[in-house]
């Protein structure tokens, strides 16, 4: 399983950034698809999440301003995020899950994560 994340880098607040990513290895339309992120000395958490259905699911510190979206025809999940802010700033990870469970508890497939920083 690969998960090739893209379109991190730096960005002035209130700026935006996408991200990409790609999954292979996996029948992509059977499974979850999530951005997570991680800043330095805390613990990773969810972002956004899109089930096989198209249902999504936001982090209440972004809600608004980032949007999750799935192309199943080419196995990519995007993140478009908008009005970031300095707190946005951190490791963002894809991931990829089959079966429940909630979103809140990280599990799956990860990619290598890509640095978004946002900063004046």
């Known amino acids: 399983v690969q998960l090739q994340a893209s379109g991190g880098g730096e960005v002035q607040p209130g700026g935006s950034l996408r991200l990409s990513c790609a999954a292979s290895?996996?029948?992509?339309?059977?499974?979850?698809m999530g951005w997570y992120r991680q800043a330095p000395g805390k613990q990773r958490e969810l972002v956004a999440g899109?089930?096989?259905?198209?249902?999504?699911t936001y982090a209440d510190s972004v809600k608004g301003r980032f949007t999750i979206s799935r192309d199943n025809a080419k196995n990519t999940v995007h993140l478009q995020m908008n009005s970031l802010k300095s707190e946005d700033t951190a490791v963002y990870y894809c991931?990829?899950?089959?079966?429940?469970?909630?979103?809140?508890?990280?599990?799956?497939?990860w990619g290598q994560g890509t640095q978004v920083t946002v900063s004046s």
């Open positions: 991931n990829a899950r089959n079966g429940g469970g909630a979103w809140s508890i990280p599990r799956g497939y």
């Open positions: 290895g996996i029948i992509f339309g059977v499974f979850h």
């Open positions: 899109v089930t096989t259905g198209g249902s999504t």
